[in-house]
């Protein structure tokens, strides 16, 4: 290897030295022979003019032959310090070093590279590799802008990294487990948009041309009314949102589309889609989850990751503070509380009356909702006209106030039970999940019976209409004329089917709405008057009682699942 080589692989700053060394060396001659030379102040500005040319021509020629002098092996082991270089580079954060090391090794590290990376692309063969250099950086900058437009591109992943920096990496979970439901939602949207109700617009029989596709002239009064579409009655309940609209014809258009096998093919790969995506989701969370024991070395855990790193506002930082000092409070305690001997007995009886409870809850829930939509049926069969707001939204109200208060109260049942605080969670969770569930299949059923009675209603109609139809019949035959009929004064049956999809829609707005009015009444009433009136109370209402109204992840992740199933 050459010496200069050397010298540059292992410090790159031993080349200014040596370059130094020369030049002195060079200003002042020593030896035998320099002594010798001197014969006169001619003789030596003679001399000094041949080593001048001499020099001269080897800086001319120097760089050439000194380029074509390296040879592969050094070349190499060039290439193998420049990567090692940027090696520590990458790394270097990993360093159990001080800082101002760290910088120090990080700019010579950088300075080593920029100096003789370039140099590898000079020489005989060696320009393809400075070309593949350059292309490598270009395509690491491209990589690196592209991700952060990707990120720039998500939906509300500012915003997302705001809440987690104010309130922590748990709350935002929350955000981005709606997020990813919002996507899948609004898939399933553009199935049943593009391939059922676009084709039916632009392709089948407009409106007023069929009874199903018109609005009866005794409702035609008040049909755009707000209380109406309220309803999802009127105009909304004759379009293409619901299923009565659709026609009974195989094809459809100058396309020949076939509508019906596409709804069929729609509903099969709405569920289809949305299983394989929690299947997705379910193995990859899987695969991500290191494992482990939660239960073991309780303190330890507590110690070392208890804090959470991405928040960024100070008044959060002591809240999450505090949080931590109390969790080491209420574990001290349990392990105290442990240790001490129980009344079992009392126990048990507690355990099995917070069950007992919790299922006459569920019990009661579910019939409360079976008996509302059993009499919501009795005033549709009276006529709805004759009653007011609340007869007519009893049935969304009862539900939608049942999943607000009833995990309360499974809440304060919970206290009985005088379990581990994880442990009561994951019994909160279930309890609250039987409850949404129940109320769901509880209200399948009862409209089951309702969809009986449409039904009967619906063959005493035709049997009506067969009827109708002979009267209009002998009246044109009699006349001799053609007798035409418009579309709003045919009689008409029921569509048990519009019915359900309308029971549906009110039931997911009105848990909407009920959500909306229960933020805005309670938890930001109580955060202003927290705010405001905490400066002149006898205690401390921040950190006493009533506080701030704290955010309930589970209970929110189980309302989201519940209107997802609704959907």
């Known amino acids: 290897m050459k010496p200069w080589l050397a010298e540059m692989i292992d410090d790159p700053n031993r080349n200014q030295v040596t370059e130094e060394s020369n030049e002195n060396e060079e200003k002042n001659p ?20 041949k080593n001048s040319k001499k020099k ?33 580079i990458a790394t270097i954060r ?88 919002y996507g899948i939602n609004m898939i399933l949207f553009g199935l049943t948009f593009g391939l059922v109700m676009v084709p039916e617009a632009l392709m089948g ?93 309780n303190f330890s855990w507590k110690m070392y990751t208890s804090w959470d790193f991405l928040i960024g506002n100070p008044e959060t930082a002591d809240n999450k503070f505090a949080s931590i000092t109390t969790s080491f409070k209420e574990s001290i305690l349990e392990e105290q509380e442990s240790r001490k001997e129980e009344n079992i007995h009392l126990v048990r009886f507690l355990r099995v009356l917070a069950n007992f409870l919790v299922l006459c809850t569920l ?66 969770l279930g309890r609250i999940f039987a409850l949404f569930l129940g109320n769901l299949y509880t209200f399948l059923i009862a409209l089951m019976d309702e969809i009986n009675l449409k039904r009967e209603e619906e063959k005493v ?13 002998n009246k044109t035959h009699s006349e001799n004329s053609t007798f035409q009929v418009d579309a709003s004064d045919v009689p008409r049956g029921p569509c048990w089917e519009t019915m359900v999809g309308q029971e549906f829609v009110r039931l997911t707005v009105s848990d909407i709405m009920t959500t909306y009015i229960t933020i805005l009444t309670g938890d930001f009433l109580q955060a202003v008057f927290v705010r405001f009136f905490n400066y002149c109370w006898c205690w401390d209402l921040e950190y006493g009682w009533p506080s701030y109204c704290e955010f309930d992840i589970s209970g929110n992740v189980l309302g989201l699942i519940f209107n997802q199933g609704m959907i």
């Open 56 to 88: 001269d021509k080897k800086n001319a020629d120097g760089s050439d032959s000194e380029e074509d002098a390296i040879t592969e092996e050094e070349l190499d082991k060039l290439k193998e310090a420049v990567e090692e270089k940027k090696k520590l």
């Open 461 to 473: 109609v035709q049997y009506n209409m067969t009827f109708w139809e002979a009267s209009i019949y």
């Open 363 to 428: 019990a009661g829930s579910g019939y409360l909702i079976y008996f509302v939509v059993r009499r919501s049926q009795q005033f549709a069969l009276e006529g709805l006209e004759n009653y007011g707001w609340w007869e007519r939204n009893e049935v969304n109200t009862v539900m939608s106030l049942l999943g607000m208060f009833c995990p309360t109260m499974f809440d304060v049942i919970s206290g009985l039970e005088n379990y581990h605080p994880r442990i009561a969670l994951r019994w909160q």
């Open 205 to 297: 029989k407009p409106y007023g041309t069929m009874p199903r596709k018109t609005v009866p002239r005794a409702e035609q009064p008040t049909a755009m009314n707000f209380a109406t579409l309220w309803d999802f009655s009127g105009f909304a309940q004759y379009s293409v949102l619901f299923y009565g609209y659709y026609n009974n014809q195989r094809t459809i258009g100058w396309l020949q589309f076939r509508l019906p096998l596409s709804y069929l093919l729609v509903g099969i790969g709405t569920i289809a889609y949305s299983f394989m995506v929690v299947i997705r989701t379910m193995a990859k969370n899987a695969n991500a989850d290191g494992g482990g024991d939660d239960n073991s070395f």
């Open 94 to 181: 990993n360093k159990p070093w001080k800082m101002k090391q760290k910088l120090e090794v990080l700019k010579d590290a950088q300075e080593f590279v920029e100096k003789f990376e370039g140099a590898l692309g000079k020489g005989k063969g060696k320009k393809f590799y400075a070309y593949k250099v350059m292309m490598l950086k270009k395509w690491m900058k491209f990589q690196r802008d592209f991700e952060n437009f990707k990120t720039a591109c998500i939906p509300w992943e500012m915003k997302i990294k705001e809440i987690e920096s104010h309130f922590g990496s748990s709350v935002a979970s929350y955000f981005i487990f709606l997020r990813w439901m």
């Open 30 to 49: 020593a030896g035998r022979k320099g002594r010798k030379g001197r014969k006169g102040p001619g003789a030596a500005k003679k001399k000094q003019r």
